[in-house]
């Protein structure tokens, strides 16, 4: 006769070794898991760092462009000068373009 009791009984060290075998599992994902964000993160960092260091670089070609450019602009002013003192005649139309030029740079510089 039944005594209301059908569940079976493991042995209690079954248990332990079993449970022992999934917290060994378990902590292994969890180290490559570790261990893979570990890897993205420097990755990240490298690429960072490229990024950085690229536009570092062309900050530095583009202050010394800018640096180029105000300089052919204060030769292309004294031109104009020398160009006003050699035809005086066309004195109205360059100076439009001198106070023009100079109200370009007035606003580069800002």
């Given at each position: 006769m039944c005594t209301g009791n059908t569940e079976k009984k493991?042995?209690?060290g079954l248990v332990r070794s079993f449970e022992r075998?999934?917290?060994?599992?378990?902590?292994?994902?969890?180290?490559?898991r570790h261990t893979r964000?570990?890897?993205?993160e420097k990755d990240l960092e490298l690429k960072n760092l490229k990024l950085y260091l690229e536009n570092?670089?062309?900050?530095e070609e583009?202050?010394?462009l800018r640096r180029k450019a105000y300089l052919l602009?204060?030769?292309n002013l004294a031109l104009m000068n020398e160009?006003?003192?050699k035809f005086?005649?066309?004195?109205?139309?360059s100076s439009t373009l001198i106070s023009s030029s100079q109200t370009l740079i007035s606003h580069e510089d800002k």
């Open positions: 493991i042995p209690s075998k999934q917290r060994s599992k378990q902590s292994g994902v969890e180290v490559h964000c570990e890897e993205k570092k670089s062309i900050i583009n202050e010394k602009h204060q030769e160009f006003q003192k005086p005649h066309w004195e109205r139309s």
